[in-house]
Structure formats: C-alpha cells, structure tokens
C-alpha cells in the first residue's frame, strides 16, 4: 500500500482510496492515562510518522497471503435425503400419471408419504437436480435413472 502524507495527521491511502488519520500527538510530558494496545499502537504509529516530510510516500508491504481452507468432506452416498425421496415419490407418480418425463417449472405435485401428505414444487425440484446434477450421488443418479431420466444416466 502507498500512503501520501501531505501532514502527519493525514495520510492518504492510494490502493484503497481512504484517508487514514492519525491521533495527535501526546505531550512530552508523559504518556496518556489510559494504556491500551490502541493507544500503544497509536504511539508506534507517530514514531514511524515522525521522520516524514510532506509528500513522502509511505509504502506499507502487503499483508501475507493466509493458507488455503481444507477441501470439505463430501457426504456420506449411504442413503438419500428425505427431501431427495418426496421429489423421488412425486416424480414417479408425476411420471405414472402424465406418461412423460418433462416437468414444467411451476408444476406442483401432492403426494402421500408415510401417511403425511406432501405439497411439492416438483418442477422446481426437478430443475434443481437438472441443475445440479453434477453433485448428486451415484445411488440418486441411479434412482432418477430408473423411470427414464435421460440426463441422470
């Protein structure tokens, strides 16, 4: 980062186009009542400062780069996810009823699942695995495959 001083209590930071402002100067006669690490941070500022004339161009090195975050572990392929099976369960019985695999988008199905009945937006689920299809797992791929899904295979 660049810093252009034009006074020590102004600096000017070229890269983020922000006016930094540093705190006046303590008296000599002793430090501040209050001791904390801003203000002791604020001290060591003025001692860099100090020796600056107006316009000097500071230049402040960049921050180290932080390491990159581990990769994320994928979930487990064991079984489907319950929101996975009622999309599963309407698409079979969309599929049963209209004898065709395109669903429209704003298609909703209601199906009954373990005794509960289930309002779906199945032409959203279906756009969605579409969609995303590179991030199913293979036993899902394998269920959508099975009533003709051409894209799943």
């Known amino acids: ?20 402002r540093a705190p006046p100067k303590q008296a000599a006669s ?35 780069a932080e390491p990159p975050s581990p990769t994320p572990v994928k979930k487990s392929t064991a079984a489907p996810s319950a929101a996975f099976e009622r999309g599963l369960a309407a698409l079979a019985q969309y599929i049963a009823r209209e004898g065709t695999t395109t669903v429209k988008r704003p298609h909703r199905e209601a199906i009954v699942l373990h005794g509960q009945e289930h309002e779906l937006a199945l032409g959203l689920w279906f756009a969605n695995q579409k969609q995303r299809r590179d991030k199913l797992t293979q036993p899902q791929r394998t269920a959508l495959a099975e009533p003709g899904i051409d894209w799943a295979q």
Do not use: F, Y
């Open 1 to 20: 980062m660049a810093h252009t001083c034009a006074r020590l209590e102004r600096c000017w930071d070229s890269t983020t186009h922000r006016q930094i």
């Open 30 to 64: 002793g430090s501040s009542p209050t001791r904390s690490p801003a203000n002791a941070e604020r001290e060591e500022l003025w001692k860099a400062l100090d020796h600056l004339r107006e316009g000097d161009t500071l230049v402040v090195p960049p921050k180290p």
